[in-house]
T-cell receptor
């Protein structure tokens, strides 16, 4: 059974810092890996989707990498802003649309 | 204006009562999903449907039921058999073949 773990569970940084969020998964037979953002009491917003054949994806200040063989992904946020404060969820998908989520990292960026 | 909607935003359930959460999408997606989110935990899959009139149990289906009579709609009923229903419920939809899932805004269910 696929297990997805996110470290750290919570992170607080001053504005302007670069930061890395970590995601690990136990079964490397994945179709894709996705990073989501969730604001309190809201649904999920997709940030980056990495297909299993890809190594990384970039969108603005966000960069996500994928190392399937080691079962790891990182989400890099450059020059963090208070508006980046949210919970970031990692999810891996198997071929049958079965998506497994980590518990998330709650990020606070202080002005 | 394409998207996925959920209603109501908040729902209160009395003990022994069945309640139904609505999920509608106009993205022409074949697949739809229901997840439950508890504080400090990741999303857990309750039910999913890959085509009209067909659905499959997820990891925590006990105490829940669904129907998929129309492509656009995938309502979730929380039955009286679900002893701990207080949670945040998220609906999602996607195309087939491992495409990204699009999420609704969620429904928070509380027990009176």
């Amino acid at each position: 059974k696929q297990e997805v773990t996110q470290i750290p569970a919570a992170l607080s940084v001053p504005e302007g810092e670069n930061l890395v969020l970590n995601c690990s998964f136990t079964d490397s037979a994945i179709y894709n890996l996705q990073w989501f953002r969730q604001d309190p009491g809201k649904g999920l917003t997709s940030l980056l989707l990495i297909q299993s054949s890809q190594r990384e994806q970039t969108s603005g200040r966000l960069n996500a990498s994928l190392d399937k063989s080691s079962g790891r992904s990182t989400l890099y946020i450059a020059a963090s802003q208070p508006g980046d404060s949210a919970t970031y969820l990692c999810a891996v998908t198997r071929n049958n649309n079965d998506m497994r989520f980590g518990a998330g990292t709650r990020l606070t960026v202080k002005p | 204006d394409g998207g996925i909607t959920q209603s109501p935003k908040y729902l209160f359930r009395k003990e022994g009562q069945n309640v139904t959460l609505s999920c509608e999408q106009n993205l022409n997606h074949d697949a739809m999903y229901w997840y439950r989110q508890d504080p400090g935990q990741g999303l857990r899959l309750i039910y999913y449907s890959q085509i009209v009139n067909d659905f499959q149990k997820g990891d925590i289906a006990e105490g829940y039921s669904v129907s998929r009579e129309k492509k656009e709609s995938f309502p979730l009923t929380v039955t009286s058999a679900q002893k701990n229903p207080t949670a945040f419920y998220l609906c999602a939809s996607s195309g087939t073949g491992g495409e990204t899932q699009y999420f609704g805004p969620g429904t928070r269910l509380l027990v009176l």
